[in-house]
């Protein structure tokens, strides 16, 4: 079946613009995470969502940060006024439920880059 | 805080060469423990995983033992091959009862070469 889809696949955008990252979980998938790989920082955990809800936010590295999840099924990944150090791949991965027994199943990403 | 620590790449290898990278952890508690690999151009996949101590998680060739005296999980396989070109996480997950988020090692980049 379809896995985890992320678009756009690349995003150039200027300093100081908001963008729109999207996320479709697999189908059924109730948990999603978002994570940020970049240069000299790895992968880092930015927030988990169980349904609509999110009850972890701490990994969000500022108040440009938010996200959102809608129906249970897609998340948007938002930051307002962009900096350089925004640039970065952004993962999501969806999982059947939270919980370390289930798998966590990663899209291809989003490869952002701040101009 | 819990982290994951892994050896430094890049690692460059010949085909059919033993390989080893060492990964080690700290954590509160019983974390599972997971391996991931990236191919080029590609998403992050499972490799294997762990989930107590003792066990041993196997894919594709690659083996990994969870040894919590050690609080270790290195990644091993026989014989590489060129396919396996690809950056290797270390990864845990496990100290919350509701949500599991992971918690990467930096990666370790392997080249294979024939």
């Known amino acids: 079946g379809a896995g985890v889809s992320q678009s756009p696949s690349n995003k150039v955008t200027e300093k100081g613009k908001d963008v729109e990252l999207r996320c479709d979980p697999i189908s059924g998938h109730t948990a999603l995470y978002w994570y940020r790989q970049s240069l000299g920082q790895g992968l880092e955990f930015l927030i988990y969502f169980q349904g609509n809800s999110a009850p972890d936010k701490s990994g969000l590295p500022s108040d440009r940060f938010s996200a959102e999840r809608t129906g249970g099924s897609v998340s948007t990944l938002t930051i307002q006024r962009t900096q350089q150090e925004d640039s970065a791949v952004y993962l999501c991965?969806?999982?059947?439920?939270?919980?370390?027994?289930?798998?966590?199943?990663f899209g291809p990403g989003t490869r952002l880059t701040v101009t | 805080g819990d982290s994951v620590t892994q050896m430094e790449g890049p690692v460059t290898l010949s085909e059919e060469a033993f390989l080893t990278i060492n990964c080690t952890y700290t954590a509160t508690g019983y974390p599972s423990l997971f391996w991931y690999v990236q191919y080029p151009g590609e998403g992050l996949q499972l490799l294997l995983k762990a989930t107590k101590a003792d066990d041993k998680g196997s894919n594709k060739g690659f083996e990994a033992t969870y040894r919590k005296e050690t609080t270790s999980f290195h990644l091993e396989k026989g014989s590489v091959q060129v396919s396996d070109s690809a950056v290797y996480f270390c990864?845990?997950?496990?100290?919350?009862?509701?949500?599991?988020?992971?918690?990467f090692g930096p990666g370790t980049s392997l080249s294979v070469i024939p």
């Open positions: 990864a845990l997950s496990g100290m919350k009862t509701s949500y599991d988020k992971v918690i």
């Open positions: 991965a969806s999982s059947l439920k939270g919980g370390n027994t289930y798998e966590q199943y």
